[in-house]
């Protein structure tokens, strides 16, 4: 029996699936490479019936979807759909899933791993180590602990039907506000998704709000923080550091001046960036495809 084509980007190909993940997808689909689709739309528009979206190499525009008259489903590997026009795509009679929740350890490793990071100066180690002129440490390398730090996690949500049992299950206080946890953190941490509520969320207000001594953690989008703001406050020394995995644009501009500050650690985006994470991403992917195909419900839909 033939199977269902999907389109993506060619596997392997930047910003694309790799192609490890490969065999996982062809088990179930067709792959039409986009490369391919466009140099021969007549011959593949009407058998592609899913869309694989993985970061934002393959855009999905109006254009692209008024091709393509069988289409049932977008699928999004991870979980930010901010690069997605759900209600454009919707309006088509075409659905959205993503991949949450199995993203989920990866990201907190990484939150975990640029708190340490900024806080011990891992990096500045590692570059003494690798260019040192000298063999004495300069005071400038003196880290700071995390035992015994307060961590204020902005975006933390608990699940269960009393709350409270869970907090003290993990050893966290549920802070009333965000000037709350503000002031009292040494770590702020933020997991929050993005939207127009959590657009530029941390800027001047909440840095003059933050101790001196404080590290701002973003592992979000880097939207939900206000840079300019985020440059501002570190230049003036209203924080101590900032380790971010997340920016805009993505990656930044070389001369942008967050990079030119010592006391930052910015990553490009690899939170989610395992070979195990990266696996089960694309397992649900398929799942959510073969839902769709089916005409039946799709585990990770995505609605506007």
């Given amino acids: 029996m033939e199977k269902p084509c999907i389109l993506a980007t060619t596997l392997g190909a930047p910003g694309g699936i790799y192609k490890c993940f490969e065999p996982c997808i062809e088990k179930h689909f067709t792959i039409i490479p986009y490369e391919r689709f466009v140099q021969r739309k007549e011959d593949f ?8 979206v993985w970061g934002g190499a393959l855009k999905v525009d109006q254009s692209l979807l008024q091709s393509l008259p069988n289409l049932k489903a977008v699928v999004n590997g991870g979980v930010g759909v901010d690069h997605l026009d759900i209600p454009l795509i919707n309006g088509f009679g075409v659905k959205v899933s993503n ?23 891992i990096v500045e180690g590692h570059n003494f180590s690798k260019f040192r002129e000298s063999d004495d440490f300069p005071e400038s390398s003196l880290g700071t602990d995390v035992s015994g730090a307060t961590l204020g996690i902005i975006g933390m949500v608990f699940y269960m039907l009393r709350p409270e049992s869970e907090e003290r299950a993990v050893g966290a206080t549920y802070c009333a506000s965000m000037k709350e946890l503000l002031q009292r953190s040494d770590f702020v941490m933020v997991v929050v998704n993005l939207s127009p509520q959590t657009h530029k969320l941390i800027g001047a207000k909440e840095f003059a709000m933050m101790k001196p001594n404080s590290t701002l953690i973003n592992i979000s989008r880097g939207l939900v923080v206000d840079q300019d703001a985020l440059v501002e406050a570190l230049q003036k020394k209203m924080i101590r550091a900032a380790a971010l995995d997340v920016t805009y644009p993505e990656p930044l501009p070389r ?13 490009p985006h690899v939170g989610t960036h395992t070979m195990e994470t990266s696996q089960i991403m694309v397992e ?19 609605k506007a």
């Fill in 45 to 52: 528009a009407a058998k592609i019936q899913a869309l694989f």
């Fill in 99 to 121: 991949t949450p929740h199995v993203v989920d350890n990866a990201t907190a490793d990484i939150g975990m791993s640029l708190m340490l990071a900024s806080a011990r100066k």
């Fill in 255 to 267: 001369d942008h001046p967050l990079l030119a500050i010592p006391n930052v650690i910015v990553l």
């Fill in 284 to 302: 649900r992917m398929v799942t959510n495809a073969l839902a769709a195909l089916a005409g039946g419900q799709i585990p990770d839909e995505v």
